[in-house]
């Protein structure tokens, strides 16, 4: 069974992956799809599990919006250039598995 994992930025593609995931999750199984709002407990370290459940992953969905690519920070800065963007992060993580789709 395939472990998928769900990259997106809230402000530009929540509805689409919250659709997304309920569809794959019907299929597949809620246990087998990662999707920050429901895969992550309050106290747990984030980038453990992240890298935990990237590593695990045989496809990671990386959901572009429109505003992706420009989004920015409350301070006005790009989200794509901040050194802990975890969207950034998750990708970065993800394209060094060589065994991922």
Same mark, same amino acid.
Not at 53 to 64: D, G, K, M, N, Q
């Given at each position: 069974?395939? @472990?998928?994992?769900?990259?997106? @930025?809230?402000? !530009?593609?929540?509805?689409?992956?919250?659709?997304?995931?309920?569809?794959?999750?019907?299929?597949?199984?809620?246990?087998?799809?990662?999707?920050?709002?429901?895969?992550?407990?309050?106290?747990?370290?984030?980038?453990?599990?992240?890298? @935990?459940?990237?590593?695990?992953?045989?496809?990671?969905?990386?959901?572009?919006?429109?505003?992706?690519?420009?989004?920015?920070? !409350?301070?006005?800065?790009? @989200?794509?250039?901040?050194?802990?963007?975890?969207?950034?992060?998750?990708?970065?993580?993800?394209?060094?598995?060589?065994?991922?789709?």
């Amino acid at each position: 069974m395939p @472990r998928i994992f769900i990259n997106y @930025r809230r402000k !530009d593609s929540i509805a689409y992956a919250g659709r997304i995931y309920d569809h794959l999750a019907s299929h597949f199984g809620r246990d087998n799809i990662f999707m920050d709002i429901d895969s992550l407990q309050p106290g747990v370290d984030i980038m453990e599990v992240l890298n @935990r459940s990237i590593t695990s992953c045989s496809v990671f969905l990386a959901l572009i919006g429109k505003d992706w690519a420009t989004a920015r920070d !409350d301070a006005g800065s790009p @989200r794509l250039s901040a050194p802990n963007d975890l969207v950034v992060l998750e990708i970065a993580m993800a394209l060094k598995k060589r065994d991922i789709l």
